[in-house]
Structure formats: structure tokens, C-alpha cells
């Protein structure tokens, strides 16, 4: 399974399809366009659809995947997007297919007319094999097997590389001083082109009024020319931003050159840099680095699997290369670049190594080898019985726990037919409105015992929504939650049950990140009634700092008299009205 949870466009996919994407893309103006690929190598897209970028054959949004039937079993390979949007891929059998904006003849079909569905591109690609594509903001290259660059669209500052700025309508090959030579990795900034030629060279063109041509001036390029900055380094892979460009050597070293203005270079300031430099990675050796042209963010990756960032990083300048927690350069996009759009095509293969916690993430409510069912809201949410044991039931409960817990919990059991065999469902009916928070902390010993008989594997949960607890058993495989923080008040509600110190800390947190003048009285009443006390004071002194505002509210209006005598009186003290 490809991890697209961090990008918002597919929040609202059923886990079913989230299970089956294979690539993905996310990209426009604000995100919000996405095309994935399944393990059946079904195409599917969702989005505003801008200029018919999403290849359905119309311009309607939609909120759902719709499938892209021409482009199903194509196998694609390259993907890459421009800021129109439009977009183009190449396929396994070396075809490329372009569609959406086409203003400047970047869809390479000899017209300007808008491309809804994907059409191939022939024009003189006929017989050739290519294995890559790169797109700047309206033009496009191409790279082929035999190592030759084509490119096509806009041309205003030359990154065609076709010798003039006469827009380019369909591929041309990019010869001049790449002629006769082996390019193995390509990449465009906004009005640029670059180009990594098999014997560790690199080649630009285009605009370089910011100095990302690398050239050492900030003289536009109609043709490629050599960065002899760089003469004796090996470069290995290229990555172009906005405005800027990083450049990979074979011994691990990375060089950046370009716009500045958001520390993009790395360089600890924010001066462009017309000529390549070395950026300080505390001799970390980098495997990867990472930018797209619709951003000013860069991001890189040490072979130890560490994962820098630098640059625009959500509306802050990042000077220097700074350390995440990130497990991949993509995460740094989704979570960091603005827009949060994806600087290559998403890809997983099934035969990449995963660590035990991507591999738990990664069977959470999968049914294939599930061995227990909750049933909540006539809903089925998959587990394994082994996995819950160890999570709860290694935590050893009282006697008087045990026994606490045994009256808390009626336990009926019954037979319900399905075909040829038969299921024991475990209904479990709470006696929480009888008990309220004095329940015992943790499923102790006593529902270990019940999971410890192989023939029952289902349980029935009526005490909690079908969001909650999937939230809540989730957590159980990853740690972590994933949910906005008004269906957060459901978890912490069950936290707080559970007596489940971490997950209600973390409910806290997530619904602190979603705190508005409109929710803060819900939260605040939320606080309260769980006996978050750290919440109920992060929530208090919202509303008093915005308090006028808050006093509007409908939620205001309806407050409980009690709390809100309560609110009244602590903001008093607090010296809220005072003049």
C-alpha cells in the first residue's frame, strides 16, 4: 500500500481503495488534483479538474475517483506536471501521453487547444523508447533509452534549448552540445531545463536570471550549456525548484545554485548563488535529493535514511539543512512545501522493505489474515488477536481490576448461522453510564481470556461510533492518530474511558491544532466534561484572548449555564473585563 494519507485530496478514500494504490500524484495550485494508480493498474483521478487536467473528458470536479478507462493496464512509468495544469506520462512501452493545459502547445500536438482526455504524443517520437518526462511550468522534456532529450512547449526564455524563443509546438530533439552525448537524468525548473549526461557532466538552458543554470552570470540559455563549475564532479541526479536547482554527486556530496530568498541553497543565508555550491550536510553522505519547480522547498535523504529539509518550509525560511523525523523526502512535501503537491510520481513496489511498524500500519483492518472482526455500527473493522494481546494484555490488572472489570461488561453470547458454518459473536453492552470514569483502565486478563478461544471472532461494540473506534484501534497498530480534531473529542471520550494516558494526551493535541473561534466552546465544554485539564486550560485562554468573537458564536449562546457561570467567573478573575 503507497502512503497518500499525508496529502488532504485523499482523505475521504474508503480504506479499501486506500489499500490498493500503487502510484500517485498529487498536484495544482492548491493541491487539489490527484491521479493514482491501482495494483490492477487502474488509472483513476479526483480534483477541480483545471483546464480538463484530470484526462476525463470533461471539466467537472469531483470529490470521488473517477477512472481515466484509456489510460487502465498502460503501466506508467514517468509522470510529471506543469503549472496550468497540465500533464504528462510515459508508459512501459516507452509512449507518451499528454493532456490538460495546452496555451503554449505544451500537450506537443501542434495546437493550443486544451487536451480533456490523454492523447499520445508522436510527433518525431515515433520508434523511440522514453523513459522519463519533466515538465516546467508550460514546456516539457522527454528523455528516450538511447539517452537523447526531447523537448516542446513554451520557449519564452529558451528552455526548449531549440537556439531561439519561438514556442515549440511539437518535441524537437535537443541537440547542439548534447549532441552525441548519453543524458541519463533529466529535470525542469519553472523556465529551465537541465540535463545529467552518463559521464557525470550536467548541462542547462533556459532562464538564469536567478543564476540556476549554474553558469556563474545571469544570461538566459537557448541552448544547453555545461556547468564547468562542476568540471571533475560526478553528478548523478538533478532536482530543480522554482527558481533553484540541487545537484547530487556519486560520492554524496550536494551542490545547490539559484534563488535564495527562502534559503532554498542551504547555505545558512539567503543570497543567490550563480554558481554551484557546496552545502554543509555534516558529512552525512545523501542518496537523494528533492525539489519541484511549483515550490522553494528542498529536501534530501541519507543513506542512513535520515531525511533534511531546507527552504519555504510552511511559510518559514529555512536557511540550513534541517533534520526531520521524516522517513522519506515526499513526506516533506506533503507536509511542508506550499503548495503541498508532490515533486515526482509516488511509486511502491511490492518487493520494498518494510519495518515491523510500516508493516502493522499496513495490515490494520486488512481481512486477508485478520483473525478478529469488530462489528461496530454494522460495520467491520479487521485486527489480529495476537497483536491486541500484546498491545493491552501484557499489562497485568488487579484482581480487584479484573473483577471491576467482569461487572462493568455483560457478556452474551449467541450462534449465528452464515452458509455452511458458524460464527460466535461477542456482544459486549457497557455499563458506562452506570460507571462513568470509575471503569477499569485496560481490556485486563478477562477479555484476554475470551480472544484466547480460537472459535470466537467477532466482536460487537455498542458504546462508541464506528469512526472512534477505528480511530482507537488504528492507534493500537501505529501510535498515532488520524483524525480532525472534532471526531478527536469521540477518541479522547474513549480515552478517558479506557484510562488510556497517551492516546488522550495525543486526542489533546490533535484537537488544540484545530481550535477556531467558531469550535472553541464545543472543545472547551469537550475539556471539561473529559477532565482534560490541560485542554480545558488551552481552550479557556482561547477564548478569552478572542473573547469578543467567541461570545458570538451559536455554541456560546447554548452554553450549559453551569459551565458557563464557571467560564464567567475564571475570566473575571483572569481580568477579562477589564476595560
Same mark, same amino acid.
Given at each position: 500500500?503507497?502512503?497518500?494519507?499525508?496529502?488532504?485530496?485523499?482523505?475521504?478514500?474508503?480504506?479499501?481503495?486506500?489499500?490498493?494504490?500503487?502510484?500517485?500524484?498529487?498536484?495544482?495550485?492548491?493541491?487539489?488534483?490527484?491521479?493514482?494508480?491501482?495494483?490492477?493498474?487502474?488509472?483513476?483521478?479526483?480534483?477541480?479538474?483545471?483546464?480538463?487536467?484530470?484526462?476525463?473528458?470533461?471539466?467537472?470536479?469531483?470529490?470521488?475517483?473517477?477512472?481515466?478507462?484509456?489510460?487502465?493496464?498502460?503501466?506508467?512509468?514517468?509522470?510529471?506536471?506543469?503549472?496550468?495544469?497540465?500533464?504528462?506520462?510515459?508508459?512501459?512501452?516507452?509512449?507518451?501521453?499528454?493532456?490538460?493545459?495546452?496555451?503554449?502547445?505544451?500537450?506537443?500536438?501542434?495546437?493550443?487547444?486544451?487536451?480533456?482526455?490523454?492523447?499520445?504524443?508522436?510527433?518525431?517520437?515515433?520508434?523511440?523508447?522514453?523513459?522519463?518526462? $519533466?515538465?516546467?511550468?508550460?514546456?516539457?522534456? *522527454? !528523455? %528516450?533509452?538511447? +539517452?537523447? /532529450?526531447? #523537448? @516542446? &512547449?513554451? =520557449?519564452?526564455?529558451?528552455?526548449?534549448?531549440?537556439?531561439?524563443?519561438?514556442?515549440?509546438?511539437?518535441?524537437?530533439?535537443?541537440?547542439?552540445?548534447?549532441?552525441?552525448?548519453?543524458?541519463?537524468?533529466?529535470?525542469?525548473?519553472?523556465?529551465?531545463?537541465?540535463?545529467?549526461?552518463?559521464?557525470?557532466?550536467?548541462?542547462?538552458?533556459?532562464?538564469?536570471?536567478?543564476?540556476?543554470?549554474?553558469?556563474?552570470?545571469?544570461?538566459?540559455?537557448?541552448?544547453?550549456?555545461?556547468?564547468?563549475?562542476?568540471?571533475?564532479?560526478?553528478?548523478?541526479?538533478? $532536482?530543480?525548484?522554482?527558481?533553484?536547482?540541487? *545537484? !547530487? %554527486?556519486?560520492? +554524496?556530496? /550536494?551542490? #545547490? @545554485? &539559484?534563488? =535564495?530568498?527562502?534559503?532554498?541553497?542551504?547555505?545558512?543565508?539567503?543570497?543567490?548563488?550563480?554558481?554551484?555550491?557546496?552545502?554543509?550536510?555534516?558529512?552525512?553522505?545523501?542518496?537523494?535529493?528533492?525539489?519541484?519547480?511549483?515550490?522553494?522547498?528542498?529536501?534530501?535523504?541519507?543513506?542512513?535514511?535520515?531525511?533534511?529539509?531546507?527552504?519555504?518550509?510552511?511559510?518559514?525560511?529555512?536557511?540550513?539543512?534541517?533534520?526531520?523525523?521524516?522517513?522519506?523526502?515526499?513526506?516533506?512535501?506533503?507536509?511542508?512545501?506550499?503548495?503541498?503537491?508532490?515533486?515526482?510520481?509516488?511509486?511502491?513496489?511490492?518487493?520494498?522493505?518494510?519495518?515491523?511498524?510500516?508493516?502493522?500500519?499496513?495490515?490494520?483492518?486488512?481481512?486477508?489474515?485478520?483473525?478478529?472482526?469488530?462489528?461496530?455500527?454494522?460495520?467491520?473493522?479487521?485486527?489480529?488477536?495476537?497483536?491486541?494481546?500484546?498491545?493491552?494484555?501484557?499489562?497485568?490488572?488487579?484482581?480487584?481490576?479484573?473483577?471491576?472489570?467482569?461487572?462493568?461488561?455483560?457478556?452474551?453470547?449467541?450462534?449465528?448461522?452464515?452458509?455452511?458454518?458458524?460464527?460466535?459473536?461477542?456482544?459486549?453492552?457497557?455499563?458506562?453510564?452506570?460507571?462513568?470514569?470509575?471503569?477499569?483502565?485496560?481490556?485486563?486478563?478477562?477479555?484476554?481470556?475470551?480472544?484466547?478461544?480460537?472459535?470466537?471472532?467477532?466482536?460487537?461494540?455498542?458504546?462508541?461510533?464506528?469512526?472512534?473506534?477505528?480511530?482507537?484501534?488504528?492507534?493500537?497498530?501505529?501510535?498515532?492518530?488520524?483524525?480532525?480534531?472534532?471526531?478527536?473529542?469521540?477518541?479522547?471520550?474513549?480515552?478517558?474511558?479506557?484510562?488510556?494516558?497517551?492516546?488522550?494526551?495525543?486526542?489533546?493535541?490533535?484537537?488544540?491544532?484545530?481550535?477556531?473561534?467558531?469550535?472553541?466552546?464545543?472543545?472547551?465544554?469537550?475539556?471539561?466534561?473529559?477532565?482534560?485539564?490541560?485542554?480545558?486550560?488551552?481552550?479557556?485562554?482561547?477564548?478569552?484572548?478572542?473573547?469578543?468573537?467567541?461570545?458570538?458564536?451559536?455554541?456560546?449562546?447554548?452554553?450549559?449555564?453551569?459551565?458557563?457561570?464557571?467560564?464567567?467567573?475564571?475570566?473575571?478573575?483572569?481580568?477579562?473585563?477589564?476595560?
Amino acid at each position: 500500500m503507497l502512503e497518500v494519507g499525508k496529502w488532504p485530496v485523499f482523505a475521504l478514500l474508503p480504506p479499501e481503495e486506500l489499500r490498493l494504490i500503487r502510484q500517485a500524484c498529487v498536484f495544482g495550485s492548491a493541491a487539489n488534483e490527484a491521479l493514482y494508480v491501482t495494483v490492477n493498474d487502474e488509472v483513476f483521478a479526483l480534483g477541480t479538474n483545471c483546464s480538463g487536467c484530470l484526462g476525463l473528458g470533461d471539466l467537472q470536479s469531483t470529490i470521488e475517483p473517477r477512472r481515466i478507462d484509456v489510460l487502465c493496464g498502460k503501466k506508467i512509468v514517468s509522470l510529471s506536471y506543469g503549472t496550468g495544469p497540465h500533464v504528462v506520462i510515459t508508459t512501459a512501452d516507452g509512449e507518451v501521453f499528454a493532456w490538460g493545459h495546452n496555451g503554449y502547445s505544451q500537450l506537443g500536438n501542434g495546437t493550443t487547444n486544451h487536451g480533456l482526455t490523454p492523447a499520445l504524443v508522436s510527433t518525431n517520437l515515433i520508434g523511440k523508447r522514453v523513459t522519463e518526462v $519533466a515538465c516546467g511550468s508550460h514546456h516539457n522534456i *522527454a !528523455l %528516450t533509452t538511447d +539517452g537523447e /532529450v526531447f #523537448a @516542446w &512547449g513554451y =520557449n519564452n526564455s529558451g528552455q526548449v534549448g531549440s537556439g531561439s524563443t519561438v514556442n515549440q509546438p511539437t518535441p524537437r530533439r535537443v541537440s547542439s552540445c548534447l549532441q552525441n552525448k548519453v543524458v541519463v537524468n533529466i529535470a525542469c525548473g519553472q523556465l529551465c531545463s537541465m540535463a545529467v549526461l552518463d559521464n557525470g557532466e550536467i548541462y542547462g538552458w533556459g532562464y538564469n536570471c536567478n543564476g540556476q543554470l549554474g553558469l556563474g552570470n545571469n544570461g538566459n540559455q537557448q541552448t544547453p550549456c555545461r556547468i564547468a563549475a562542476l568540471q571533475g564532479i560526478n553528478i548523478v541526479q538533478v $532536482a530543480c525548484g522554482y527558481a533553484h536547482t540541487l *545537484a !547530487l %554527486t556519486d560520492e +554524496g556530496m /550536494v551542490y #545547490a @545554485w &539559484g534563488a =535564495n530568498s527562502y534559503g532554498q541553497l542551504g547555505t545558512g543565508n539567503k543570497s543567490n548563488q550563480a554558481l554551484p555550491t557546496l552545502i554543509n550536510t555534516d558529512k552525512e553522505r545523501m542518496v537523494e535529493v528533492a525539489a519541484c519547480h511549483t515550490s522553494h522547498t528542498s529536501a534530501a535523504k541519507t543513506q542512513s535514511g535520515q531525511v533534511l529539509m531546507w527552504g519555504q518550509c510552511r511559510g518559514q525560511a529555512v536557511a540550513s539543512p534541517h533534520l526531520t523525523h521524516f522517513s522519506s523526502t515526499d513526506d516533506v512535501f506533503a507536509c511542508f512545501a506550499t503548495p503541498a503537491v508532490t515533486w515526482h510520481l509516488l511509486s511502491v513496489d511490492g518487493d520494498d522493505y518494510l519495518t515491523v511498524a510500516q508493516s502493522l500500519k499496513r495490515e490494520f483492518d486488512s481481512p486477508e489474515i485478520s483473525d478478529l472482526k469488530f462489528l461496530v455500527d454494522g460495520k467491520c473493522i479487521h485486527v489480529h488477536k495476537a497483536l491486541l494481546k500484546i498491545r493491552y494484555f501484557k499489562r497485568r490488572a488487579t484482581r480487584r481490576k479484573v473483577k471491576e472489570f467482569s461487572t462493568y461488561f455483560n457478556l452474551i453470547y449467541f450462534q449465528c448461522s452464515k452458509a455452511s458454518s458458524k460464527m460466535k459473536v461477542i456482544v459486549l453492552k457497557s455499563s458506562l453510564k452506570q460507571h462513568g470514569s470509575h471503569s477499569t483502565g485496560h481490556w485486563c486478563e478477562h477479555f484476554r481470556a475470551l480472544l484466547n478461544e480460537s472459535d470466537e471472532d467477532a466482536v460487537e461494540v455498542h458504546q462508541f461510533s464506528y469512526l472512534v473506534y477505528r480511530a482507537f484501534l488504528e492507534y493500537l497498530y501505529t501510535d498515532t492518530i488520524n483524525l480532525p480534531p472534532e471526531d478527536a473529542i469521540g477518541l479522547l471520550d474513549l480515552a478517558t474511558y479506557y484510562r488510556e494516558t497517551r492516546l488522550k494526551r495525543l486526542c489533546q493535541e490533535t484537537i488544540k491544532r484545530g481550535i477556531s473561534e467558531e469550535n472553541a466552546v464545543t472543545l472547551l465544554s469537550a475539556a471539561v466534561k473529559y477532565e482534560a485539564r490541560d485542554l480545558e486550560e488551552y481552550c479557556f485562554k482561547f477564548c478569552v484572548n478572542h473573547l469578543t468573537a467567541v461570545t458570538q458564536t451559536q455554541a456560546f449562546a447554548d452554553m450549559d449555564h453551569d459551565l458557563l457561570k464557571n467560564f464567567i467567573s475564571k475570566a473575571s478573575r483572569y481580568g477579562a473585563f477589564k476595560n
